[in-house]
């Protein structure tokens, strides 16, 4: 499989009150292959967003790079990367937010297409609008006049008026009912299928992740901690802190979901000040699992394996913290 996105190392700093740095990204990489759909999830604050405009280019990383195709887009420029922009979409969270209240969903739908000097633009909204199941009388209504979900199936026909390759959905369905999230989900699980579109699909929700992303990201103040096939990660999830958040997924009582372990693992504290990292792993003052060693040495995000991982056809799992295993030979 070839990647369609590749991100490297992105590092993103911030201002702290105190007059220090915020690592929002300190060092984040991710693969997104053709037609897949990558889960990054991870609690408030742990850089999700950040990652999403610095991917985009919505905001300047201070290192790292961005690679879309056959295209860097960190060091594109002017036309290149207005191209370049053509292919790869985000949706935000809150459509109201990003959708003109004063426009006809048409004008929203079609913008894209004016920018770029589309010709046909009427039709394509006509057909952008069906595709997202939304009637094509929309187009003569202000946004104000549609509930949030039908609010967001306008800013994905939006999103992909240039038939983009790349969609970014950042927090895309939280704002919205549970029925009403799982009608999103399924429009972007079809999207994937019939336009072969690549998704990452950011939420703070693992509930949300679970039916929709084929590999996942689990992220913690700024760093992918673990990194593993969806149906791995809730079947056995191997980080510490991916277990405390698989475990507190409510579940009804007879779909027990929860980890292979049973376990039900509480986050003890709060997150830390995002200016002061806790040294070591930065994962250890709410750590249920930490010793010395994670006071003083930080774990690097390798492939590592436990016993029962030796043979099988995916050794190992990516993750972040001394006792997920042994770090697998050249894997990383
Ligand atoms: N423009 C900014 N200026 C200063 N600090 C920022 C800025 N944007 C984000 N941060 C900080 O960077 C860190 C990561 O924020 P980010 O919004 O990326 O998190 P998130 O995972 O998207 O959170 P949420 O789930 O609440 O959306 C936080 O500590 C945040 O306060
Ligand atoms: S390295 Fe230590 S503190 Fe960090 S997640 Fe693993 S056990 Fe917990
Ligand atoms: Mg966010």
């Not at 704002?175 to 989900?185: N, T």
């Amino acid at each position: 499989m070839t990647n369609i996105l590749e991100v490297r190392d992105l590092v993103k700093t911030y201002p702290a009150a105190d007059g220090g740095r915020v690592r929002a990204l300190d060092g984040v990489s991710l693969d997104l292959e053709r037609g897949e759909i990558l889960g990054i999830v991870g609690e408030s604050g742990c850089g999700k967003s950040t990652l999403a405009r610095s991917v985009m280019r919505l905001e300047e990383p201070d290192s790292g790079s961005v690679r879309l195709g056959d295209t860097d887009l960190t060091t594109a420029r002017g036309r290149a990367l207005m191209r370049a922009r053509a292919r790869i979409q985000i949706v935000f969270q809150d459509p109201f937010g990003s959708l003109n209240p004063r426009h006809r969903v048409r004008t929203i739908v079609g913008e894209p297409l004016v920018v770029h000097g589309r010709k046909g633009v009427d039709a394509r909204v006509r057909e952008l609008l069906e595709i997202v199941g939304l009637p094509t009388s929309a187009g003569d209504r202000l946004p104000h006049e549609f509930s949030g979900g039908q609010r967001q199936r306008i800013a994905i026909a939006r999103a992909l008026a240039l038939s983009p390759e790349v969609i970014v959905a950042d927090e895309s369905v939280s704002a919205l009912d549970v029925s009403i999230q799982s009608q999103i989900i399924n429009l972007l699980a079809r999207l994937r299928k019939e336009l072969d579109l690549s998704i990452v699909f950011i939420s703070h929700d693992l509930s949300v992740v679970r039916h929709l992303c084929d590999r996942t990201e689990v992220m913690y103040m700024g760093r992918v901690v673990e990194a593993s096939k969806t149906r791995a990660l809730f079947k056995d999830p191997r980080h510490p802190y991916s277990r405390a958040l698989l475990s507190a997924i409510p579940v009804p009582p007879k779909k027990a979901v929860r980890t292979e372990r049973g376990e039900r693992i509480i986050l003890s504290g709060e997150l830390p000040d995002p200016a002061h990292r806790p040294s070591g792993c930065a994962f250890h003052p709410r750590c249920f699992m930490a010793e010395e060693l994670c006071r003083h040495e930080e774990p690097a995000l390798l492939r590592r394996r436990l016993e029962k991982d030796i043979g099988q056809a995916d050794e190992g799992r990516l993750a972040a913290c001394h006792f997920a295993g042994d770090p697998v030979p050249g894997g990383t």
